[in-house]
């Protein structure tokens, strides 16, 4: 058993998390959300995205989160952009950081952004080396890397060749993900064991679990065997993607961290704190959170 002594987790609970919630949750309480994700110590956060407000109505108040949240305390603030008018939107912004997103699977990827996967590259090439140009960190979210919900089972190989793609434009991360959350451990082990030898240390590899059948912390515990440290993942286990039928919510930030903690494995962030950041958001979601260390919380709060 090789294990890493540290680990990152980058918070995607503001944006993947709230993505998806139908109600409009108001600006202040997503303000308040990511503040108190700050005091739990979170280094990394995807704060927002810069997508159609008819598309993603939840997202249309990005600036405003932006213009409360950004803190150069952090080590890095995402923000999400899919396109040109994105990128411009981001440049007017203050944000250092941002992720363009793609899906593996073709049919995803139109419905997703309304492009062929190879369009998405087309129109992404120019702007990656442009950031790259302006110095910027540039995030790489790499969608139905396993599975797709109009697909079914993705090849390997067109993962390999994507991400191959994606390193070749010179980003800094991949964050290669199971949006409908129907990855195994083996297949996990052997596709991020596979991303480790193809590609050079220069790109960050991270891993993104959604917990659709609770297979997320098996598959984070086989990259970690595969030698990931970076894992996405969202406070309260919110999450899924509008475009993407059947995804739940990413694997919860408190789950994660409990299993890391038991195993001696520092990430920096408090959990306790965490968990009352979850408390903050919660009347505004309407459907329950799967995750279990905040129902543990919670039970244990209201017998006291
Ligand atoms: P489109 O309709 O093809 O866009 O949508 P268009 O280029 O034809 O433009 C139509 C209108 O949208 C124009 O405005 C544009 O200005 C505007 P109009 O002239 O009609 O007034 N527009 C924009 N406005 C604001 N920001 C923009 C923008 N772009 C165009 N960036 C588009 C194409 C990409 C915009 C749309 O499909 C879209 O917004 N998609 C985003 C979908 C999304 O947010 N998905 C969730 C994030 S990905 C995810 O969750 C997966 C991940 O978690 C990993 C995983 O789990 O797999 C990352
Ligand atoms: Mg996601």
């Known amino acids: 058993m090789s294990l890493p002594e540290k680990v990152t987790l980058i918070e995607v609970g503001p944006r993947d998390g709230l993505q998806n919630e139908t109600n409009l949750i108001p600006t202040d309480v997503k303000i308040t959300f ?3 994700l700050m005091k739990a110590h979170i280094q990394e956060m995807e704060l927002t995205s810069f997508v ?27 923000v999400l952009a899919p396109n040109q008018k994105g990128l411009e939107r981001f ?42 140009d302006n110095g910027k960190f540039v995030r790489a979210c790499i969608s139905t890397a396993f599975y797709c919900p109009y697909e079914g089972k993705i090849q390997p190989e067109a993962v390999y060749q994507l991400c191959e793609t994606f390193a070749g434009y010179e980003v ?7 949006t409908i959350g129907m990855a195994n451990p083996k297949d996990v082990y052997e596709v991020f064991s596979e991303l480790k030898t193809r590609l050079s240390d220069s790109v960050l590899i991270t891993g993104h679990f959604h917990n659709t059948r609770g297979t997320a912390l098996a598959n984070i515990y086989a990259s970690l065997e595969a030698g990931i440290t970076r894992f996405d993942s969202s406070a309260g286990g919110l999450g899924g993607c509008p475009f993407a039928p ?18 001696g494995i520092e990430t920096g962030i408090d959990r306790q704190r965490l968990l009352e950041a979850v408390d903050l958001v919660k009347p505004s979601i309407t459907r329950p959170l799967d995750s279990k260390q905040y129902q543990l919380y919670r039970k244990e709060s209201s017998s006291r």
């Open 34 to 36: 990511i503040r108190a």
């Open 246 to 263: 059947g995804a739940s919510g990413n694997v919860a930030t408190e789950d994660v961290l409990f299993m890391l903690e038991e195993m």
């Open 52 to 78: 159609s407000p008819k598309w993603v109505p939840q997202m249309s108040d990005a600036e405003a989160i932006l213009e409360a949240c950004l803190d150069s305390s952090m080590i890095r603030q995402f």
């Open 91 to 132: 440049y007017a912004s203050h944000a250092r950081e941002v992720a363009v997103f793609v899906g593996v699977s073709n049919s995803f990827n139109k419905k997703n952004i309304n492009k062929s996967t190879d369009e998405s590259l087309n129109e992404l090439k120019p702007l990656i080396k442009e950031l790259k």
């Open 172 to 178: 800094d991360e991949l964050s290669v993900a199971d």
